[in-house]
């Protein structure tokens, strides 16, 4: 019955050229039969050749077409806890529920799960989303309190100027974080935006 989505799902799992395409057109019963499958509400035996890191790559990357698809369904299907994984998608659903959790994985114990946070609220708009990126900018670990001030920066190339200038007298600041906030503001300073990506 679900042979034919099955076989589209395996395909994204193997990164085939055109393969997401293919799951966006078949819709929200493609995105069902993907949370199906990813919450373990469903067992399938999907022939797919990736395996180890490859492979958990490519269910990101169907959850994410998935949600794409079908944010409803998706904010529907979330477990209690989240992972790193659905922290990053959270950030392409425009809803109070989505920024709402994100909120609360800002203050998550784990950093992995508040740079993430920080990251995605970059994309949603509001007080509760500015707050928490606010709140990260005191976070006791760098990375996070690096990402909170790249958010600021993209809303306020002044005061992000200020902020990755006062970074920089961090005595803990690692060789990596030192040379992304240098690299940042010499964009800032020269009145560009800053990059999606780094070098």
């Given at each position: 019955?679900h042979?034919?989505l099955?076989?589209v799902?395996?395909?994204?799992?193997?990164?085939?050229?055109g393969a997401?395409?293919?799951l966006?057109?078949a819709?929200?019963?493609?995105?069902?039969?993907?949370?199906d499958?990813?919450?373990?509400?469903?067992g399938?035996?999907?022939v797919?050749?990736?395996?180890?890191r490859?492979l958990?790559?490519?269910w990101?990357?169907?959850?994410?077409i998935?949600?794409?698809v079908?944010?409803?369904?998706f904010?529907?299907?979330l477990?209690?806890r989240?992972?790193?994984?659905?922290?990053?998608?959270?950030g392409?659903?425009?809803d109070?529920?989505a920024?709402?959790?994100?909120?609360?994985?800002?203050r998550?114990?784990?950093?992995?799960h508040?740079?993430n946070?920080?990251k995605a609220?970059?994309k949603?708009?509001g007080?509760?989303?500015?707050?928490a990126?606010?709140?990260?900018?005191?976070d006791?670990?760098?990375?996070?309190?690096?990402?909170?001030?790249r958010c600021v920066?993209d809303?306020?190339?002044r005061?992000?100027t200020?902020?990755y200038?006062a970074f920089?007298e961090?005595p803990?600041?690692?060789?990596?974080?030192?040379?992304?906030a240098?690299?940042?503001?010499?964009y800032?300073?020269?009145g560009?935006?800053i990059?999606?990506?780094?070098w």
């Open positions: 019955m042979d034919g099955d076989a799902i395996a395909k994204v799992l193997d990164w085939a050229p997401d395409e293919a966006i057109a819709g929200p019963s493609g995105a069902k039969r993907v949370f499958l990813y919450y373990g509400r469903a399938a035996n999907l797919t050749k990736a395996t180890g490859e958990v790559d490519g990101s990357a169907a959850l994410h998935a949600a794409s079908a944010p409803e369904e904010l529907a299907r477990p209690s989240v992972g790193t994984t659905e922290i990053v998608i959270l392409d659903i425009d109070p529920r920024t709402h959790i994100l909120c609360e994985q800002a998550h114990k784990d950093f992995l508040r740079v946070a920080v609220l970059a949603h708009a007080p509760a989303s500015r707050d990126v606010e709140q990260a900018l005191a006791e670990d760098l990375v996070v309190r690096s990402a909170a001030i920066a809303a306020d190339p005061r992000g200020t902020l200038e920089l961090e803990r600041l690692t060789p990596l974080l030192r040379q992304e240098r690299w940042a503001l010499s800032l300073r020269e560009s935006p990059p999606l990506h780094p």
